[in-house]
């Protein structure tokens, strides 16, 4: 018994706040930069022309990726904030009820009646305690703990920037294959899924895995149109 009773353990994080911005942001930098620098590459053998091409994909999808992340997660945050507003104004107008609605709370998680009343009473006893539980319970969010736009956007931009530039780092030394990129692209591509595998629930085998065929996938279908076109265009 002693033994179950000192066991502990730890939970990974799974709010996500800057992992997935980050990750998302990375693995989006990486694919969608390698399909466009091989699309180029399959109409055209001008490695200024594919060099260009991945240096305008780098800076337009990571300035995209910044200004979105920070639109989306500042809707977000305002969002919940008018809703955090809403719930602290009735916990001021209508003490009883919003106790009476925490107690219920508690009672439709199979707490006895008598204990959850007595629970809600003394949470409700400090109004900033009880807004953050009654923020919990109905929203799902914690006043004190809502994403920033800022670090998203950050996030966002820093890690597209460096999935996007290791596609492009051949051309910038001077090689003219696709082969060199290529191969680079593969392996930061398994390396980058097998990296997440260690905040997930998969093996870094299966996550590298998936993720080098997604890559390899979307470049091989644009390297195949950027043929088509260029091959029909004369380029």
């Known amino acids: 018994m002693s033994g179950r009773a000192e ?34 590459a399959g109409g055209t053998d001008n490695t200024r022309v594919i060099a260009l091409a991945g240096i305008a994909g780098l800076a337009a999808g990571a300035f ?37 609605e925490l107690a219920q709370v ?51 931009f820093l890690s597209f920037s460096v999935g996007a530039v290791l596609p492009l780092l051949p051309y910038l030394f001077g090689v003219t294959s696709l082969w060199l990129s290529a191969v680079l692209s593969c392996l930061a591509l398994f390396g980058a899924g097998a990296l997440v595998s260690t905040v997930t629930a998969r093996s870094w085998w299966f996550s590298g895995l998936r993720q080098l065929v997604v890559g390899v996938v979307a470049a091989g279908l644009t390297f195949g149109l950027g043929n088509l076109i260029g091959g029909a265009s004369g380029l």
């Open 7 to 40: 066991h502990h353990h730890q939970h990974r994080d799974v709010n996500g706040g800057w992992l997935r911005p980050s990750v998302f942001g990375a693995m989006d930098g990486l694919v969608s930069n390698f399909a466009l620098i091989a699309g180029v």
């Open 106 to 156: 508690y009672i439709d998680r199979g707490v006895d009646p008598d204990l959850a009343a007595e629970v809600a009473r003394q949470i409700s006893r400090d109004p900033d305690q009880a807004l953050e539980v009654h923020a919990r319970a109905e929203l799902g969010v914690t006043p004190g703990d809502l994403p920033s736009p800022k670090i998203a956007a950050v996030s966002s």
């Open 64 to 100: 995209s990726m910044a200004g979105g992340e920070y639109v989306s997660v500042a809707s977000q945050r305002e969002l919940a904030l008018a809703e955090i507003a809403v719930e602290r104004r009735e916990i001021l107008r209508h003490p009883e009820d919003e106790q009476d």
